[in-house]
Every structure is written in C-alpha cells, then in structure tokens.
C-alpha cells in the first residue's frame, strides 16, 4: 500500500498536479456603467477576459450585477475590500486625485481617447507616481474618454462671450462647473445623467463636458442642434482602474506579472475602442442634421483668457504635491502629438 502511495504521488507530481494547484482566484469589479456603455463591453469586459485566458483559468474577473457604491465611492469601495477593483472617475474626486484632473484642464486635451490614454499613462509613470495619489491601492491602468464638446440645443448659436453671459448650461461639478462658472451665473452643475431632465425640458440652452458618447448614452441625440468646438481649450475625462492593495498582494508573482503585462499602457490602447464609437455616433449626429461649427475667433480668444486662471490653479495644486504641473502638462501634450497628433 505504501509503495503505491508513492507511486501515485510521484505520478501526479510528475504531471504538474498538487492538492490545491490550479486553485481559482476570482476578483469582483464593481462599475458604475450599465453593461450597454462601450467601457464596460468593450474595454473592461475584453481586458477581463484576457486576463483569464492569459492565466490559463486561474485568475477570473467577475463584475457586479451593479454598481457596489455611488461614483464618488469607488476608491474606497476597493480599499475596504467590498469589491476588488473599480473604475473610479478621477472628476468626482478632486480633493484626492487632483494631479489626474490634468485632463480637464482648457487645453490639455488635443487629440484621440487612446493617444490620451497613453499619454496620461506615460506622465503618470513620469511625473505623478511619485505623489502616491492612490494611496493603500494598486493603480492599474489609466483610461482617458473622447474630447468632450459643447452642445447648443436651441436654434441660435451661442458664438459670443456675450450670448454666453446670459445663457443656462448643463455640465457636471468641479472643473467644468468652476470653469464656465467664470463666464456666466448660468451653470446648472449636477451628474451627466441628469442632463436628460434639463434637456428635454428646454430648462438649458446648451450642456457641456459631455462626449459624443454620452450624446447617445443619455438620450440628447434628438435635442441637439449644433456641436460647437474651440480651438486649443479642448478637456477630457479620465477614470482609473484600481485593486484592493491586500488583494494584489496577495496573488501569485505569475499572477501579477500577467495582470501588469496586460493592464498600464496596454489597457490605455484599449481607449481606441472608445474613439470608434465616439467616431461612429459623431457619424450619426451629422446624419440627423446637427450642426457643427467652431467657435469664432473673438469668443475663442474671450474663453482662453478667462479660463487661464484653470491651468494657474492646476499646476499650484501640483507643486504642493510635489510635482511640476507645468513640465507636466507639456509633456503630456507632446507626448498625445506624437502618438495621434492634433485633433482637425
């Protein structure tokens, strides 16, 4: 009986087999982005299924059937360990990831969601590693959306400072609120998904911070009447992809080398998903007869010099940080022009 016992044991270990071996490891991700939206089915669903078949099972994603926490709480929905990874929108956590609120600076922005992804990615490593903004968290991957635009949904345009004085305008909180909150007292700020409302009951004249995804995604498509689009003020918004520091820790190093292969500047180019669809939807606004026009001359000059007083701030909160906000954003820029150059 020994004999065979040994036998046995020394068959299977021959064929790479041990009690435990080949063990299933399942990580949870939570989102707050419905399964329809292109970074859930076409990014992070992709990249999750990569990650499995490239650890031969082992390492398996699983999503939520819902987000875990509201936008705002990702980060900490990972850190507490009640998911293991999150996408969390850099926008509504300013206090804390405010070196990543670079991309929406006026004028950070020129170019395609995966130059920029990549770009971003790139001044991380370079500049804002060294800040530690996510801290107790193991950073991923960084993933910029589409350049965002300015999207009129009354007849006339709103192509003077002075028109725009005295018009109401949808946008999200923070930067963009703070920013256009400079030109006029119009700004109605609250969560992308509630421009719908105000759209669709002719409460605003335009909304902003929105891409031509979200066009689409929150059902403007049918209210809007021009795309209007300034030269050099371009902004962007970029989310992170995090897992629970104890979690990563506690993978193997194949697991994590694997993870690390596929995730960083990788997982940036899956951005390029983001631009067929936006390119795709953009298609479809001119089909329906959207005007798409660029701002004039005087009132491009008008929003550049208020707006200054963004990219001033910015690179203030970036030295209390440690990091040189200007060299930065240069870099940053330089780095989209040579992946994709400046967006026509």
Known sequence: MKS????LAGLLGFA??????????????????????????QVLQPWAKDVERATNGELR???????????????DLVAKGIADLSIQYVGVVPNRLQLLLMTEVPGAAT?????????????QQKFFQKADEHKGLKLLALIVFPLQDFYG??????????ALKSAKIAMTPGMHARKWGAIT????????FKYFELVSKGTVDAYAAATPIDVFSFNLAQYTKYVMRFQDLGTAGSFSLILNEGKWKSLTPPLQDTITRLSGEAFARRAA?????????LKKLREQGVSFIDASANLNADLKKAFAFMTEDWAA???????????ALEFYRAEQAKLAGARK
């Open 4 to 7: 065979f016992a040994c036998l």
């Open 61 to 75: 994603i699983e999503f939520s059937p819902s987000s875990l926490a509201p936008p705002p709480g990702q980060l």
């Open 273 to 281: 998903e983001l631009d067929r669809v936006s390119e795709a939807n």
């Open 185 to 192: 007292t119009g700004v109605v700020a609250g969560p992308a």
């Open 111 to 123: 170019t395609t969601a995966e130059a920029m992804s990549v770009a971003l990615w790139r001044t």
């Open 16 to 41: 790479g087999w041990a009690p435990g071996a080949g063990a299933q490891t399942k990580l949870l991700l939570s989102t707050f982005f419905p399964q329809s939206h292109p970074l859930y089915a």
């Open 153 to 162: 949904v009354k007849e006339q345009p709103l192509n003077s400072i002075e």
């Open 317 to 327: 909160e970036a030295g209390k940080r440690g990091v040189d906000g200007k060299a």
